[in-house]
């Protein structure tokens, strides 16, 4: 009989323990998976965040430029016109005065760079905002019709100029 409580309480013994083996390897194993599923979604979570952070970087170097494409282009239809001006007060003829070709190509370059730079903003009212003052721009530069065209062009393009200002600096200030 004893060999056979003994047996008994041994088998029990070696199946509790297996139990509890096999038991703590389901737990283990689950835990391990448990740990991978966390440590994989923090994974993604760090890539998404990263990936984000890059998205904000190119968005705000694409305003960065295009901010400082805007001033040179700004600044060199403003140094054309009052050249016109100038030209179409002294000799009183109104129209287009003839420019020199890389007085031409200046314009053609900073304007181009400009509107490159605005194809890539997200912002759609910027964008909206810069295309008016571009065409504002080209329309005035071909021809000054009279002087009071002339200013009214002057108005204007200070008018567009500070809407397009205004909406870059809202789009770019949570950006920095």
């Given at each position: 009989?004893?060999?056979?409580?003994?047996?008994?309480?041994?088998?029990?013994?070696?199946?509790?323990?297996?139990?509890?083996?096999?038991?703590?390897?389901?737990?283990?194993?689950?835990?391990?998976?448990?740990?991978q599923v966390v440590h994989s979604r923090?994974?993604?979570?760090?890539?998404?965040?990263?990936?984000?952070?890059?998205?904000d970087d190119r968005r705000r170097q694409v305003l960065i430029d295009f901010e400082e494409a805007l001033t040179v282009y700004v600044?060199?239809?403003w140094r054309i016109h009052y050249a016109d001006f100038v030209a179409a007060t002294a000799s009183g003829v109104w129209g287009r005065p003839p420019r020199t070709p890389e007085v031409d190509l200046e314009l053609s370059e900073c304007s181009r760079r400009a509107?490159?730079?605005?194809?890539?903003?997200?912002?759609?009212?910027?964008?909206?905002?810069?295309?008016?003052l571009d065409r504002n721009a080209s329309a005035g530069l071909r021809r000054l019709a009279s002087e009071a065209a002339?200013?009214?062009?002057?108005?204007?393009?200070?008018?567009?100029?500070r809407a397009t200002d205004d909406r870059l600096g809202q789009v770019l200030r949570p950006l920095l």
């Open positions: 009989m004893r060999n056979m409580i003994s047996r008994e309480v041994i088998d029990a013994t070696a199946l509790a323990t297996g139990a509890f083996t096999l038991g703590g390897a389901a737990v283990g194993v689950a835990g391990v998976t448990a740990n923090q994974e993604r979570a760090a890539r998404s965040e990263a990936r984000q952070e890059q998205r600044r060199t239809v509107r490159q730079l605005s194809e890539w903003i997200v912002d759609d009212a910027l964008r909206e905002r810069f295309g008016e002339a200013l009214r062009f002057e108005v204007r393009m200070s008018t567009l100029f």
